[in-house]
C-alpha cells in the first residue's frame, strides 16, 4: 500500500512513501491480531486469515505515531484470501494505491534492514510450512487493479 509522500522523506514509486496496514489497537479490537484484521481492511480491503505473529520492532521516538515516545510494533503475517475493490481509507480521506510484493521485496521497499529481512523471510518459511504455500517467484512489483483481484 501507498501512502503520500511527507515532507523530507524519501518516496517510492509515484512520490509516494510505502508502507503496510497498520496502526495502534483501538479498544474493539481483543488482540493485536484482531488489529491486523481491522487495519488491513480498512486500509487495503484485505481479507486476512491465520494470523501469526513474526516479531516486533522498537521504535525509540514513536514518530510514527506522533512522538508518542519509545514503543514496539508487533509484525503479523497473515494469508490473504480475498482483495476488494479500492475504497477510501477513513482516516487518510482517500483511496491508497495496493502493490502486490513479496515479503523480500517489501522488506527492501520498506527499508527494514536486517532485521526485517529475517522477519520477511519467516513470513515465507511461515508461509511453506502452515499453509502449504510455495515461495513466490521473483517479478517486478505491481500495483492491485482499482476493482481488486480474485486470487487462485
Known amino acids: 500500500m501507498l501512502r503520500p509522500r511527507r515532507p523530507g522523506r524519501p518516496g517510492g514509486p509515484r512520490g509516494a512513501l510505502p508502507m503496510l496496514p497498520g496502526g495502534t489497537v483501538e479498544e474493539t479490537d481483543a488482540t493485536p491480531e484482531g488489529t491486523l484484521h481491522r487495519e488491513a ?7 486476512l486469515a491465520d494470523p501469526v505473529r513474526l516479531g516486533w520492532v522498537l521504535d ?52 527494514w534492514g536486517p532485521p526485517g529481512a529475517r522477519q520477511a523471510q519467516l513470513a515465507v518459511d511461515t508461509a511453506r510450512e502452515r499453509w502449504g504455500l510455495p515461495a513466490a517467484r521473483a517479478a517486478a512489483i505491481e500495483e492491485i487493479p482499482a476493482e481488486g483481484m480474485r486470487l487462485s
Not at 514496539?72 to 510484493?101: K, Y
Request: aromatic share 4%.
Open 60 to 111: 525509540e521516538t514513536g514518530k510514527v505515531y506522533g512522538s508518542v515516545g519509545p514503543n514496539a510494533r508487533l509484525r503479523l503475517a497473515a494469508r490473504v484470501t480475498a482483495v476488494g475493490p479500492a475504497a477510501v481509507d477513513p482516516t487518510a480521506g482517500h483511496p491508497f494505491a495496493r502493490l502486490l510484493a513479496t515479503p523480500a521485496q517489501a522488506a527492501a521497499l520498506l527499508g
Open 41 to 47: 481492511a480498512e486500509e487495503a480491503q484485505l481479507t
